[in-house]
Every structure is written in structure tokens, then in C-alpha cells.
């Protein structure tokens, strides 16, 4: 796989929970859990399940923080 996206970070899928038409995919990336949230056909496409090594991509313009 080559993509232009440099911030890729090969883990591990601890869990999918799927909705109604999208899922929540969470990836252990070294101890810390990363979510995407992805469509249901994209998880069976990409054969997604626990256990399956992947890399997440991160490709963003903003990344926000807020407080209270």
C-alpha cells in the first residue's frame, strides 16, 4: 500500500461495533486506542475484525482542542 498521507501507525484492531450504517472501528496503536468511524460495507470489505493488523492514517488540516 502507498498513499501520500505520511502519519500512518501500524496497530492492531481491538474491537468493531457496528450501527445501523456505520462502524466504530478501535485500533491499539502501542497502548493508546484510536477510533475511526467508518461505514459497515467498508468493514466487510476491508474483512475487519479483532485481531487484524492495520494501519491507521491520519490525514487532517485541523486538529481542535477545547476546555471547559
Known amino acids: ?19 445501523a450504517t456505520t462502524a466504530h472501528v478501535l485500533v491499539d ?12 460495507d467498508s468493514v466487510d470489505n476491508l474483512g475487519l475484525k479483532a485481531g487484524s493488523s492495520v494501519y491507521v492514517v491520519i490525514k487532517a488540516s485541523d486538529v481542535m482542542i477545547g476546555v471547559d
Open 1 to 19: 500500500m502507498r498513499i501520500s498521507a505520511r502519519n500512518q501507525i501500524k496497530g492492531t484492531v481491538t474491537e468493531v461495533r457496528k450501527g
Open 29 to 40: 496503536i502501542g497502548g493508546q486506542v484510536v477510533t475511526s468511524s467508518i461505514t459497515n
